[in-house]
């Protein structure tokens, strides 16, 4: 009998040019956090003629479910997801996008063109697997929005394992990293107004100068890190937004300041959280002003699991050998909800390589407006998704 990766490799060649140009066509029609519409239309057209039934989540995310013929209920949820980023593309290619202002700079379209490329696969072979398989495309991951909605509105109940999968510009293609413990960052948002009193700024003991207070809380926020965290954390408090006064000769009323919190522990995070109140809201009151301090959670720190990172490396080992495996790559200060999933269901979480070191725009950093993949990169994630679904439901 056929190798079932060997079935896994061959199917997923064939279907090379039909995966391509699907990637192709998300690419170049585009559609910001919130707003897939056509996406999600394109992706259940797809569906449709593969066979599988779907339903809608939310406005525009989609989840569907292929049952394996084999006798077993185990279940493996795989996500990719959909959203695009506002930006304009400046890279020329017969795909560039054609909605003006929105790009696909993060590898959206892959993810999407991936997962329905292993969809096909999946159908072909369901009599070579036991239990099911849950598709997830999820939503406005750029805004930490659409992992929530699944998890809570139950898609994940029941399963035993979570896989997704991201490609990577600072990956060689070919490759894929597989990392057990933290890879991606919690994100939170905050927001502090400081309410100051105006005066004259020839008599500034009469006001409150919110402005100074802001300045000052910006300057202190900072010694979260560099003076009450170890060297070794990885945590990072960033202000990239603030706003004060009314004019030049004019003690300020409020000043506002906006920025994030990163951090690759829950108790890191809960700990700067607390902290990040205490120092907006002291050094104000110093000063004879008030700080209010808001908040908004984007998404948790991913942590793969350990159990599920092993079973995923030993798998890519056997498709695409132990020299292309990577079991140690760095974290990343950047955030992604697929999170959430992990959280809820024990999971692993995929760096796809899609860097060509001949192709420039392959290897810029993601959410540049010139990004492009290697598009080999999507045999790798075809493979991966399919592979890791039948072994697991066969428990081998």
Not at 273 to 281: F, G, L, M, Q
Not at 313 to 322: T, Y
Request: proline residues 3%; aromatic residues 8%; hydrophobic residues 40%.
């Amino acid at each position: 009998m056929e190798d079932i990766l060997e079935l896994i490799k061959k199917n997923t060649k064939e279907d090379h040019e039909y995966v391509v140009n699907l990637r192709r066509h998300f690419h170049k029609y585009p559609e910001t956090p919130k707003n897939e519409f056509n996406t999600a239309l394109k992706i259940e057209e797809e569906l449709d003629k593969i066979g599988v039934s779907h339903k809608r989540v939310g406005e525009t995310g989609v989840f569907a479910t292929i049952k394996g013929n084999k006798p077993g209920n185990k279940i493996i949820v795989l996500r990719a997801d959909i959203d695009a980023l506002p930006l304009t593309e400046k890279h020329e290619c017969e795909y560039k996008s054609v909605n003006e202002g929105v790009m696909h700079a993060c590898g959206h379209d892959a993810h999407t063109a991936g997962l329905l490329g292993a969809a096909r696969v999946l159908t072909r072979l369901r009599d070579k697997f036991s239990g099911e398989v849950r598709l997830i495309f999820q939503q406005a991951e750029e805004i930490g929005y659409g992992g929530r909605i699944f998890v809570n509105e139950g898609y994940l109940n029941g399963a035993n394992r979570t896989f997704g999968i991201h490609v990577a510009s600072n990956i060689e293609v070919g490759k894929i990293a597989l990392v057990p413990g933290p890879n991606n960052a919690s994100v939170d948002w905050f927001k502090i107004t400081v309410k100051g009193v105006q005066a004259h700024v020839s008599t500034p003991q009469e006001g409150v100068d919110a402005l100074y207070i802001a300045s000052q809380i910006v300057v202190s926020l900072q010694a979260l890190v560099s003076r009450m965290s170890s060297p070794m954390d990885n945590v990072l408090i960033g202000i990239g937004k603030l706003n004060a006064g009314t004019a030049y000769n004019i003690v300020a009323g409020e000043a506002t300041l906006e920025g994030t919190l990163r951090c690759l522990t829950e108790q890191m995070r809960k700990e700067k959280i607390s902290k990040i109140d205490e120092v907006a809201k002291t050094i104000a009151k110093i000063y004879g002003g008030e700080a209010l301090v808001e908040w908004q959670d984007f998404t948790s720190p991913l942590v793969n699991d350990l159990t599920a990172s092993l079973e995923a490396q030993d798998i890519a080992k056997q498709l695409f050998g132990e020299e292309n495996v990577i079991t140690n790559r760095q974290p990343s200060l950047g955030g992604d909800d697929f999170a959430e999933f992990i959280k809820c269901v024990p999971g692993v979480y995929a760096f796809v390589g899609t860097g060509n070191s001949k192709r420039p725009e392959t290897v810029v950093a993601h959410h540049n407006e010139v990004f492009d993949i290697d598009e080999n990169g999507l045999l790798t994630s075809v493979e991966m998704y399919s592979a890791y679904a039948i072994k697991f439901l066969n428990n081998l």
